[in-house]
């Protein structure tokens, strides 16, 4: 098992190695038991969907364990038997609500699709199917697998928001890009970035979609900027972002915010409309600073890994559907025998 470290400190052990919340009352009438949860997925190409469940799973409880399959997997045997059926008879099972608008098969159609407007074009045939090569199976869609509009909410936003305001002896640092299909290259380098100060108080600019697609070209970004918003915010290392940012630093932006330190990270820093470098105001203040991570990971690099690969996705994806669908088959008959036993016994 793989500890988040962040949490280390967050536990101490008692006598029986049980794990406890530091500083806990040793008393056994104040003692305060730990509800621990454990929830499980493929959590391929990590996203805001995974991102809320995880936080809504949190929120059910003191100690989130989560399981990473090997595979991508349903929840049910072909035969249609959950295999949550154990812990569902021992009372200790909950659902969080699914989050609408985005699942990892959307996401590789939409790197597959070159168009400049595909997670807006959901309802275009072009889009479909291509969505259709990677989660449909020969037997039709199952309710699992496949596509829905995204929409975004004040609600949302608020559900990943932290809320906090920078403090007096704050450091406030801003950090701007697209962080398009927010990556553990992403996380590393805004990690890298909260370290920079004692008490660090992370902004992250996001660029436009029409922004992001004039300095990298083709069908980038994939995702648009409300999901990158909602996947940003998922960060811990993060305490505000600015929605919309303007491509160049300048000084009405740094003012505004009250910006101690600009970081960039290896990644190219592209000209702005004008050919003029968009860090010119952090640097001529002093107060830019590039970071390396230490990790190679780009956006770049999973899009190219998705190209490569089309055909395994799309054999994957397939077989997964065709699964799915076999298990609602066993589901209805598995049904249609309970109703006819109920109806016989009702009759006598």
Same mark, same amino acid.
């Given at each position: 098992?793989?500890?988040? $470290?962040?949490? =280390? =400190?967050?536990?101490?052990?008692? #006598?029986? !190695? ?30 805001? *969907? ?19 399959? &090997? ?8 035969? *249609?038997?959950? &295999? ?6 021992? *009372? ?38 291509? &969505?259709?090569?990677? !989660?449909?199976?020969?037997? $039709? ?32 640092? %801003?950090? =701007? ?13 805004? +990690? ?13 600019? /996001? ?36 929605? !919309? ?15 101690? /330190? ?5 990644? #190219? ?5 004008? +050919?003029?470098?968009? %860090? ?5 203040? *002093? ?20 190209? +490569?690969?089309?055909?395994?996705? #799309? ?13 609602? +088959? ?6 249609? /025998?309970?109703?006819? #036993?109920? =109806? ?5």
């Amino acid at each position: 098992m793989i500890k988040n $470290g962040h949490h =280390a =400190a967050d536990e101490q052990q008692d #006598e029986a !190695g049980r794990s406890k919340p530091a500083g806990s009352v040793h008393s056994p009438d104040k003692r305060k038991r730990v509800v621990r949860l454990w929830c499980d997925g493929c959590y391929d190409m990590v996203h805001y *969907g995974h991102s809320n469940q995880l936080r809504q799973a949190k929120a059910m409880g003191d100690y989130l364990i989560a399981g990473v399959h &090997t595979d991508d997997d349903i929840t049910l045997t072909v035969d *249609g038997k959950d &295999t949550y059926e154990e812990v569902k008879r021992a *009372g200790r099972y909950r659902e969080c609500r699914r989050t609408q608008g985005v699942s990892t098969t959307d996401l590789v159609g939409r790197m597959l699709l070159m168009t400049k407007a595909h997670h807006s074009n959901i309802d275009n045939p072009d889009y479909q199917q291509h &969505t259709d090569n990677f !989660g449909k199976g020969p037997k $039709g869609h199952s309710p699992w697998t496949g596509v829905s509009q995204f929409l975004q909410t004040s609600q949302k936003i608020i559900q990943f928001a932290s809320g906090k305001e920078p403090q007096p002896g704050d450091t406030i640092i %801003y950090v =701007a890009g697209a962080f398009d299909l927010f990556h553990i290259g992403h996380v590393d380098f805004l +990690e890298m970035v909260y370290k920079q100060a004692e008490r660090p108080y992370v902004i992250v600019g /996001l660029h436009f979609d029409q922004e992001v697609n004039r300095y990298k070209g083709k069908n980038y970004p994939i995702m648009n900027i409300h999901e990158r918003t909602l996947s940003v915010l998922a960060c811990r290392y993060v305490s505000e972002v600015v929605i !919309g940012a303007p491509y160049a630093v300048g000084k009405d932006l740094l003012d505004h915010f009250k910006v101690d /330190l600009v970081c960039h990270g290896k990644t #190219e820093v592209f000209p702005d409309k004008d +050919e003029s470098d968009p %860090y010119a105001e952090p640097k001529r203040r *002093g107060i830019f600073r590039a970071i390396d991570s230490g990790n190679n990971l780009t956006t770049d690099d999973i899009v190219q890994r998705i190209i +490569e690969n089309r055909l395994q996705f #799309e054999a994957r994806n397939q077989k997964k559907e065709a699964k799915e669908m076999a298990v609602i +088959e066993a589901m209805k008959k598995r049904d249609q /025998l309970e109703q006819s #036993e109920a =109806a016989a016994q009702n009759a006598h």
